[in-house]
């Protein structure tokens, strides 16, 4: 008995649509509301302050690719939209929230499967062997398809001054399924502006590829407060206002040290504070303690820093 034939997607008639009029109406706002696409740019303001210039082309982006499937629910066609991109920045600047962010919105408007990011580095993709590099890439990117791949410190996956290094052997990988998967997979790089420069000037291909380059810039010292007062509302504890000063200072001092990481460093300020407040509350055995005690941040907690009492920053701070 002859199989049936498979059933396929009805092409778009040319002819009628040379004969669809001009002023055919078209709903953006209406498309924009039912891709529920507001949702996540208003998670992504209430997660990250600043950043104005990154949320603002996170928009555009958004909005080319809304205006994209409107075009294609009427037929028109131009093409794929590219949609590998590279984040540059200083650490802490929040690249990683807004990859999360990026995925939500890029699988909300159809165009990946999945919104969910698969974060590697360089030790996730490259061998230490002949043989070892392929297989270790193919698996990541096996692990990442249908979604967003984010590979952090990329340019640490080109290093030619050791001629043994496998690094080539997963940019050629990745090149390929950048080209040919790219209805399927969406590659975000990530790292230091300069160094990602000098990572494309020497890989034109990867440069190629990449359509968005959205530049993360530090956040200022009033940005870093009010991130870490966030940071600490969402564990439920707070300063006192004496805390929220001496955090003040704390951040202003620290800015001009080295491996100075923005909100990644102003975390670990806050993972320090909690520690010395909780041995604070601690040494005073038998003290009748309330709930605002095990909620409130004391200066002292703060200046106990190194970067008070040394003007270095505290050695358990990792970037």
Known sequence: MTEPAAEQDPKPDVNALHNVPDATPVDLEAAFRDSNVQEVLDKLDRELIGLKPVKTRIREIAALLLVDRLRKSMGLTSGAPSLHMCFTGNPGTGKTTVALRMAEILHRLGYIRRAEVVSVTRDDLVGQYIGHTAPKTKEVLKKAMGGVL????????????????????????LLQVMENNRDDLVVILAGYKDRMDKFFQSNPGMSSRIAHHIDFPDYSAGELLSIAKLMLEGQQYRFSPEAEQAFADYIVKRMKMPHFANARSAR??????????????????????????????????????????EGVPDTEEKV
């Open 268 to 309: 670990n300020a806050l993972d320090r504070a909690r520690l010395r407040q909780a041995n604070r509350l601690f040494a005073k055995p038998g003290a009748k303690l309330t709930k605002k005690d095990l909620v409130t941040i004391e200066p002292e907690d703060i200046l106990a820093s190194r970067v008070f009492s």
């Open 150 to 173: 984010f590979i952090d410190e990329a340019y640490y996956l080109y290093k030619p001054e050791n001629e043994r290094d496998y690094g080539a052997e997963s940019i050629e990988i």
